[in-house]
C-alpha cells in the first residue's frame, strides 16, 4: 500500500456510475417483497434464503440483498453512520409517476418529496430502514444555475399531485 501524500489530484473519468447496491437486510422475502413485489426490480438470480440479485432489465444486478451477517436484525438506530440512501434514477416523470402510484397502491409510507432544481425525488424507507429516493433528472440545460454558471440546487416543495396525473395508464 502507498502512502496518499502524493495522490494526483485528478478527476475519475466522467462516464464512471455507481452499479449497485448491496444491502444487508434482516429478511430476505421481506425485502424481495419491497424491492421485486412493489418497485418492481426483477430477480436475477437467487441464492437460497440468504441472498439475491435484482436488476431493472437485462442487467446483471442493481440490487444486490443478502442476510449473511444480518438475518434477523434491527436497523441502527438514528444517528449513526451509515448509508444515508440508495437512489434510482428514472428515465423519466412519467416512469417516476408510475413509481408512486406503485408506492400508493401498497400503502408504503413516503418520508418526503422535495424538487432539487436538477432533479425531482420522492424519499421513503425501505422495510429494513433503509433511506430509498426515488428520482428523475431534468435535462441538463434546464438546470438552475447563477449568473456564473455556478449550478444552484435547491430543495423545494414537490407536487406528488402533479406528478401521479402523468401516470401512464
Not at 441472498?51 to 444486478?61: P, Q, V
Request: proline content about 7%; cysteine-free.
Amino acid at each position: 500500500m502507498t502512502s496518499n501524500k502524493h495522490i494526483e489530484n485528478k478527476p475519475v473519468h466522467p462516464q464512471t456510475r455507481i452499479g449497485h447496491v448491496h444491502l444487508k437486510v434482516s429478511d430476505l422475502d421481506r425485502a424481495i417483497a419491497f424491492y421485486s413485489g412493489i418497485l418492481g426490480f426483477g430477480i436475477v438470480q437467487r441464492y437460497g434464503p440468504q441472498a439475491a440479485f435484482l436488476a431493472a432489465g437485462s442487467y446483471h444486478h442493481h440490487i444486490g440483498l443478502n442476510t449473511w451477517e444480518s438475518l434477523g436484525a434491527t436497523p441502527l438506530p438514528k444517528g449513526h453512520t451509515g448509508l444515508y440512501h440508495t437512489a434510482f434514477l428514472y428515465p423519466s416523470r412519467a416512469e417516476l409517476a408510475d413509481a408512486l402510484h406503485r408506492l400508493i397502491a401498497a400503502d408504503w409510507p413516503l418520508t418526503g418529496a422535495a424538487d432539487h432544481g436538477v432533479s425531482q425525488a420522492i424519499y421513503l424507507d425501505d422495510p429494513d430502514g433503509n433511506g430509498v429516493e426515488l428520482y428523475w433528472d431534468r435535462a441538463e440545460n434546464e438546470w438552475p444555475r447563477d449568473k456564473n454558471g455556478t449550478l444552484t440546487m435547491n430543495n423545494t416543495p414537490f407536487d406528488l399531485n402533479a406528478l401521479l396525473a402523468e401516470f401512464p395508464r
